[in-house]
């Protein structure tokens, strides 16, 4: 009996050890799966997390704008390629202040005063690495839903261009001004000298009159540059290309100027080869010559020779030159010499009549036609004014 009821215990035991063991290892697996899940979800979260901090940087990096993005403890969290660029960063400044990054402390002022402000501030800060550059910074608080900073965004515009463009418009406006002045001031000061009583003796009246029509004819050149540059430099100026022979073309243009060379004793030659064509507009390509011309029989060497030269380019190109044998053109003028109103020789070129638009009218027109302007030169042994146009097929 008492056998038997050892036996059916055991039994009993052995079952529920069996089923506590199976209870256990289904428990056990169910950890597991829990487990695992719960390192899938983390590292979905993560992908996630990483893919939207790569799709903010690349949405960062296509703006133009330099951006930069502060935490709240003001330290740098994502900047954008513009923003390298603008300051020329080689080195990740992540996790670095402001001042670090950019060692400008006038940006850590900005950045203190939104502590105290909920609008957008800005200013203006130089940057003087080579060339000078002015860029505009505007900033603001990044706020949470509670309306609690957080941090901070700073976005870059550069404004060298405009800057660079508002100087030019003042330049030329100052330039225009005094050109226009000049002749005025002849022209009114031999007026009120004829009305003072000059006009009655005939040699003074005859030679006042004549000094007024010079000077009113440089004024008249001088509108007509001014609105043939306005019309160049704003596309107005439609382009009737064709094909022209450019050694009868240079042939024709040295018998006009033979008259303004011979007062000179300038000699004039023509070596632009026989077979040489361009596809150009025959008007502005005069107006190309014409002031190439002038200017090397006006500023060359008295007594001297002027050629006009040319060479097939690269298939598609030619390439033809206007060569003086003069004093040349110093270093540091050939960069500034196809701006408008520069003057090699500021005196020289007032006496002469000249307007000062002259180079920049031939630069415009070359590079309507799709074509390159440059000078060569070695001071005492003269200058060479080069340029490109289509090539006409054969």
Request: proline share 3%.
């Amino acid at each position: 009996m008492w056998t038997f009821l050892l036996v059916a215990a055991a039994l009993i035991l052995a079952a529920l050890h069996f089923r506590w063991w199976q209870v256990f290892r289904g428990k056990d697996g169910e950890l597991r799966r829990l487990r695992g899940a719960l390192a899938e979800a983390e590292e979905r979260h993560l992908q996630a997390a990483f893919q939207a901090r790569a799709q903010i940087q690349t949405l960062f990096n296509s703006m133009v704008e330099g951006v930069i993005l502060l935490d709240s403890a003001g330290r740098v969290q994502l900047v954008n390629q513009s923003v390298e660029r603008q300051f020329r960063l080689n080195l990740d400044v992540r996790g670095l202040t402001i001042v670090e990054a950019l060692r400008h402390p006038e940006l850590a002022a900005l950045v203190e005063r939104l502590s105290s402000t909920r609008q957008v501030l800005s200013c203006e800060i130089e940057l003087n690495g080579g060339n000078r550059r002015f860029i505009e910074v505007n900033a603001a608080s990044v706020l949470d839903r509670e309306g609690v900073p957080r941090g901070a965004i700073l976005v870059f515009h550069d404004l060298t261009r405009i800057r660079q463009l508002e100087n030019n418009r003042r330049e030329f406006v100052a330039n225009v001004s005094h050109e226009l002045r000049t002749p005025l001031s002849l022209i009114k000061g031999y007026a009120e000298t004829l009305l003072g009583g000059a006009k009655d003796d005939p040699d003074h009246s005859v030679r006042f009159l004549q000094k007024i029509e010079v000077h009113a004819n440089r004024l008249t050149n001088l509108i007509e540059d001014l609105l043939t540059i306005s019309r160049l430099e704003s596309g107005q100026v439609d382009l009737k290309l064709g094909a022209l022979d450019l050694r009868s073309f240079a042939a024709r243009l040295i018998e006009e100027f033979q008259e303004r060379a011979a007062r000179r004793n300038v000699a004039l030659v023509n070596e632009v080869p026989s077979s040489l064509r361009a596809r150009a507009d025959r008007d502005r390509l005069q107006q190309v010559f014409f002031n190439l011309l002038d200017n090397a029989i006006k500023y060359g060497r008295p007594g001297g020779c002027v050629v006009l030269r040319g060479r097939d380019g690269n298939g598609d190109k030619v390439q033809l030159c206007v060569a003086d044998d003069g004093p040349g053109i110093p270093a540091e003028a050939r960069e500034r010499i196809f701006e408008r109103f520069y003057r090699l020789d500021k005196a020289r070129s007032r006496d002469t009549g000249g307007t000062g638009l002259g180079l920049a009218i031939v630069k415009h027109i070359v590079q309507s036609h799709g074509g390159e302007v440059w000078v060569e030169s070695v001071p005492g042994r003269g200058a060479s004014f080069f340029f490109t146009l289509p090539a006409a097929p054969s």
